[in-house]
Structure formats: C-alpha cells, structure tokens
C-alpha cells in the first residue's frame, strides 16, 4: 500500500462481549506517516478496535502488528514500550478531574521524567496555546471546563508527549464548526510536522476528508471499504453511501427500539 | 421434588463457585497491588494524599466514636460489676475492651463506612470515564499509581488513628468514672496503668494494620473492576463498604485466636 510500510496491522481481530460479537475479523493497515480515518455507525465497535489495539481490552482473537511485531504474542514488557508509542484522545476527554488543567496536559511528560513540575506548568501552557485555549485555562478544573474545551484539553494531553501514534477518538465532536477545522488542521499538522501516524474515528465527513489519507468503513464487525477520501463519496458500495449521505433508506438498518 | 433439590444444590454450587472466583481475584489483585509498593516508580504524593484522606480526616468520626464507648463501657461495667461486688475491676475492664477489641474494630467499621466508599467510588468513576485507561496511554500503570498507595496509606494510617482512639477511649471511661461514678482519678489511672500489657495495645494495633490493609484493598478492587455508569458505581461502593466490614469482623476472630489463644 504505497509502499510505506504498515505501522499498525490488525488481522482477523475478534471481540465479543458476551453473546453480542463486536469485532468480527477486522482487517486494518494504517501505512507509516499517513492518517487514516475509520467512520461506520454507532455502536459499530470503533472505539473498541482503538481500545484494543491500545490493550485496554484483551481481544479474543486475531493479532495486532506494531512495527511489524504482534503485541499479543510479545512478552508483557516490550508489548508495553510498543503501545508507549500511542497517544490517545478519548471520546469523552477522559480528563482527570482531581488534578488541574495544566497536570493533565503535561501528566505524560512528568510520567516519563522528560520534564520537572516547573518546567510541565510552561510546557502545558504552551499545549494549550496549540489548541486555542488560553493560559488562564491552566489553572481551572476539568469539571470548570465546557464540554468542547474538555476535548481540547484531551487532544492538548495527547499530543504533548509528542507519541510517534495518535489515535483521537471523534476529536470534533462537540465542537463548533471553526474549532473543528483548527483541530482538524491541528492534526494534520502533527501528522505531516512530525512524521507521526494517525488514526482518527468521526462521524464528520467533511473532517475526514480533511485529515484522512485513507478512509475504512467498519461495518457489523468487518472494515467493509477502505479507500481514498476523495473516492469516499463516490464509492459505489450502498452501505458507504448511505453512511456518507446520511440517508435513512438503505442497506444499514439502524436498531430503534419500539 | 428431587429436582427442585438438585436446582437448589446447583444454586449453591453455583453461589460457592463464584465466590471462589471473587476470592482469587481479590488475592490476585492484592498481590499485584503489593508488589508494586516494591517497584519504582514511587508516587509519594498519591501516598500522602491518601493518607491524610484517610487519617486525618477521619480523625473526628474515630475520636467521637472512642469516646462515647469508653463512657458507656465505664457505666455499663459499674453496673454489671456491682453485682459481684467487683467495681474496682472496672478501670481494666475498659481499657483491655478498648485496646484489644472495641478500638480497632470500631475505628476499622467507621473508616471503611467513610473512606472505603470514598475510594471505590473515586476508582470506581474514573474507571467508567476511561480515565483509567487514560492512565495506561500516559506510562502510568493504574495499578502503581492508584492502588498501590491507597493500600499503603490504609495499613499506615488507621494503626494510628486507633492509637488515638485508645487513649480517647480510655479518657471517656476515666471520665464517667470520676465524675459521675465517684472513683479517685489517681487510683482509676494506676489501675488502668498496672493491668495495661504491652501484648493488649500491639495486638490492637497489629488489627488496626490489618484493618486498614483491608478497607483499602476492597474500596479499590470494587472500584477497579466497576462498570457501567453511574449505577456500577454505586453498587461498588455499597459492595467495597459492605465485603470491607464482614471481612473486618472475620479477621478480628481469626487475630484474636492468633494472638491470645492458647
Ligand atoms: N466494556 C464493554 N463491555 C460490554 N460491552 C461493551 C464494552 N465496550 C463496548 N461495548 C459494546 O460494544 C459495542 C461497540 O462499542 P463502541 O464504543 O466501540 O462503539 P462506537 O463505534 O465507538 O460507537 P460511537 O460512535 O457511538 O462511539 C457497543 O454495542 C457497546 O455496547
Ligand atoms: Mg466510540
């Protein structure tokens, strides 16, 4: 696939809670350098698939390539200094909300002892000027912050490590439409600046087709099509779109309940 | 008839099985806790947030309880002891109660009512809110960072607190005694002192030890294992509260035996 080689290969990866089958046989490359957005409907297991290959939650099958190594067959500490290398935005922030704004932005950093207490307040300020929030954020609570600050202050934390993988869970959502694009623009530019590979999940297609180099549906389980944005909205696959176009008829069958 | 038996046995099988599991886990769980105490990195300040959570600000609950119970061991006994005319054994009656027995397991019931809860439902929160796993993608093992501490800080702090408890213990019955029961403050001292042992207050507070270890260890295992939303929280608050204070009342036995059996 262009010839780069994949810095994250997920195969035939499986998860079910319970009796409810989650992930059923992903098939994933996300290509060294590029930024790849996964989109597919709610509930579709997105956020799972980010979680385990993040190993927060085991996988019942299948395997996980970083660096072309499968970190569910490595012994427990080279699996850990492979995923040290992503940094994650969670869909909700995630924040710690016992500790203030600037801790949280600068919590890796201080965890890695890259920097001292002094030096992390600076630093975080600096973050937080990347994200369009002002210094007197720095010293606020996250249970202070508005929702849409909150996710900027996860992407802030994410990003301030500087992890050679970034994965943002629906980065935009909540945001206003301005503050999308910068975001938006933001991750491109860590993409691009720092050689870095991204993995980004949304619902906003304009969003993907700023930042995806590659776009993959995922679908009852499976990556259903994977191509290039441009190629997004014209993909000939009834599912994709559908699910571009926000249409209610079609293939996808939404469960309501009553 | 013989089915509903066998369903009944199937039940209990089922009951004893799950709580075998619930039993590993926690031990499991413990030792992982433990042996990160061992491994750096250290986090001194998680250590003494907890243990000012847990020791100071449990003080006045502890001291209010120890207390009322050194009075109304002191007013009970008088009136239990006049029947065999043995009043003057009352000022080791109270304090033995207190140091061996009422100290630490009603400071060990108090704090896991009030810090037991606080840990699982803090634990427990930030599990439902990802900012657990936010740990792990931040180089920070939720284990050594949360647990780890708590558990030191239980076992530090609540022998402490139960010192505090025996002494203030020992005043409410000194004072019942001498102002309304008419004993010589002078002679209730001496006696308290003379039949005090050494082996009265460190087994008291070897419990407390225990005690503390314990109301730790079930607040952030209930919390760490949480899930779903706010109603999970709940229930493993109500769960680390309530496993806390059967356990409590199951170790004090088997240390008593431990301690004073022969
Ligand atoms: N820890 C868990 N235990 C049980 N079920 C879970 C767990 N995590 C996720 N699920 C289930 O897995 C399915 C996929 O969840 P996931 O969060 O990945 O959806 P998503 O694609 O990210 O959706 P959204 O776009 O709404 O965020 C859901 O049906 C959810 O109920
Ligand atoms: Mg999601």
């Given at each position: 696939m262009n010839g780069a080689a994949a810095k994250i290969r997920v195969r035939g990866l499986r998860k079910a809670f319970g009796a409810k089958r989650v992930l059923d046989g992903v098939d994933l490359d996300v290509p060294e350098g590029t930024s790849t957005v996964v989109i597919g409907g709610s509930g579709s297991g997105k956020s799972v698939l980010l979680k385990c290959i993040l190993g927060l939650i085991e996988p019942d099958a299948g395997s996980i390539e970083i660096d072309g190594r499968d970190v569910l067959r490595l012994p427990r500490g080279e699996r850990a200094a492979l995923r040290r290398q992503i940094g994650m935005l969670f869909q909700n922030g995630a924040?710690?909300?016992?500790?203030p704004v600037w801790h949280n932005v600068a919590f890796g950093l201080l965890a890695q002892g890259r920097v001292n207490r002094a030096e992390a307040r600076t630093r975080a300020v600096e973050m937080l000027a990347q994200v369009g929030l002002p210094a007197t954020a720095a010293e606020l609570w996250p249970a202070e912050l508005s929702g849409g600050m909150q996710k900027r202050v996860g992407l802030a934390r994410a990003i301030a490590a500087q992890p050679a993988v970034l994965f943002f869970d629906?980065?935009?959502?909540?945001?206003d439409p301005i503050m999308g694009a910068v975001i938006d623009g933001l991750i491109v530019d860590c993409v691009k600046r720092l050689g870095g590979t991204a993995v980004a999940i949304t619902h906003d297609m304009a969003s993907a087709r700023r930042i995806a180099d590659r776009v993959a549906m995922l679908h009852s389980g499976r990556i259903i099509w994977s191509g290039t944005p441009e190629a997004l909205m014209a993909s000939g696959n009834p599912y994709v779109d559908q699910f571009t176009h926000g249409r209610r008829d079609g293939p996808i069958r939404m469960e309501l309940r009553g | 008839m013989v089915n509903t038996v066998l369903d009944g046995l199937a039940g209990i099988g089922r009951a004893v099985l799950m709580l075998c599991r619930a039993a590993g886990a926690l031990v499991l769980f413990a030792l992982v806790g433990l042996s990160h105490l061992l491994r750096?990195?250290?986090y001194g300040r998680m250590f003494l947030r907890a243990f000012i959570e847990i020791g100071y600000f449990s003080l006045p609950v502890v001291a209010l309880t120890a207390i009322f119970t050194g009075m109304v061991l002191a007013l009970q006994s008088s009136t239990g002891l006049a029947r065999f005319s043995a009043e003057t054994a009352m000022p080791s009656l109270v304090v033995l109660s207190i140091t061996r027995e009422l100290g630490p397991v009603l400071a060990g019931l108090m704090v896991a009512g009030r810090v037991g809860a606080a840990m699982a439902a803090e634990i427990g929160t930030m599990r439902v809110t990802d900012q657990v796993d936010a740990l792990t993608t931040l180089s920070t093992d939720p284990m050594k960072y949360l647990v780890a501490p708590r558990l030191l800080a239980g076992t530090l702090a609540l022998p402490l607190l139960v010192l505090v408890g025996d002494i203030l213990g020992v005043l409410g019955g000194f004072i019942i005694a001498t102002v309304k029961l008419g004993f010589n403050a002078a002679t209730y001292i001496s006696n308290t002192l003379n039949y005090m042992q050494t082996i009265d207050v460190v087994s008291g507070l070897t419990k407390a030890a225990v005690f503390g270890f314990l109301i730790a260890l079930l607040g952030c295992f209930n919390g760490y294992g949480s899930r779903g939303g706010a109603q999970g929280v709940g229930a493993a608050t109500t769960s680390a509260v309530v496993a806390a204070s059967v356990l409590i009342l199951a170790f004090d036995y088997g240390l008593t035996e431990l301690f004073f059996a022969r």
């Open positions: 924040l710690f909300d016992s500790l629906e980065p935009t959502t909540g945001l | 750096p990195p250290f």
